[in-house]
């Protein structure tokens, strides 16, 4: 490049279309549409996508634990009189199962009539749960 070839920079400025004048009711700026309004350009897509994720499906906020459910009638199948029934103990035999790699938060439900006495450790019980295993002669240590 040399010295002639440069061109020197047009000092006008860019036009400010729609503003009125003799440029007639649209004033170059065509007819309708989004182009045509003021203050209506085109939207950065990403700010949307953020503002969206949220609503998006599957995206959970961090919530309560989900809780494992074993039924009464279960335990007397399986364990013995006097066994001692924890978390562990019901994932090893297969009643429940791990709640993303840990050992999930155990319920036991009142359904179903036992007779054997157990000794529950570390799991929740509903009341009639609670009263049957009472009665049957175990004890229950949440």
């Not at 599957?58 to 066994?83: A, I």
């Not at 562990?88 to 709640?99: A, F, H, I």
């Amino acid at each position: 490049m040399q010295l002639h070839q440069i061109k020197a920079k047009d000092n006008q400025k860019r036009k400010r279309v729609g503003r009125g004048g003799k440029r007639g009711t649209f004033s170059g700026r065509g007819v309708k549409g989004q182009k045509a309004r003021a203050g209506t350009g085109t939207k950065p897509i990403i700010r949307e996508v953020i503002k969206k994720y949220p609503k998006l499906r599957g995206y959970k906020t961090p919530q309560g634990k989900k809780v494992e459910v074993v039924n009464l009638r279960d335990l007397e199948k399986v364990f013995k009189s006097g066994d001692e029934i924890s978390p562990t103990t019901l994932l090893e035999k297969g009643l429940v199962k791990r709640e993303k790699g840990r050992v999930p938060e155990v319920k036991i439900l009142g359904q179903g009539k036992i007779k054997k006495a157990f000794n529950i450790k570390g799991c929740l019980a509903s009341k009639k749960a609670k009263e049957l295993i009472e009665k049957a002669g175990g004890s229950l240590k949440e």
